[in-house]
Nanobody, 121 residues
Framework: QVQLVESGGGLVQPGGSLRLSCAAS????????MAWYRQAPGKQRELVAS???????IYTDSVKGRFIISRDDAKKTTILRMNSLKPEDTAVYYC???????????????WGQGTQVTVSS
């Protein structure tokens, strides 16, 4: 069974920084694309950033230059460093993995439980 566990959310003032972490556990051989999504109240869930198995990254326009996504394949983790945070970054942030190679085959589309990020003075 695969689990994704996020940590690092919280309350921060505008202009501040937070670091989100997502750790995958289970009988995992390798992970393809790891991503962070967010969902603000009353809005659809949106992709924030993703990083594939070759460390190629994609960012939504609103976070370019402020957020950095990285991964550590040995630890099966992804990190989202968020700088210069704005009130509009307030949302629940979810970790996602699209494909995982397990010892017994390939499994698809795993989500973490979500972590709240609130940017407010």
């Amino acid at each position: 069974q695969v689990q994704l566990v996020e940590s690092g959310g919280g309350l921060v003032q505008p202009g501040g920084s937070l670091r989100l972490s997502c750790a995958a556990s289970g009988n995992i051989v390798s992970i393809y694309t790891m991503a962070w999504y967010r969902q603000a109240p009353g809005k659809q869930r949106e992709l924030v950033a993703s990083i594939d198995s070759n460390s190629r990254t994609i960012y939504t326009d609103s976070v370019k230059g402020r957020f950095i996504i990285s991964r550590d394949d040995a630890k099966k983790t992804t990190i989202l460093r968020m700088n210069s945070l704005k009130p509009e970054d307030t949302a629940v942030y979810y970790c996602n993995v699209d494909r995982i190679k397990l010892e017994v085959g390939i499994a698809f589309d795993f989500w973490g439980q979500g972590t709240q990020v609130t940017v407010s003075s």
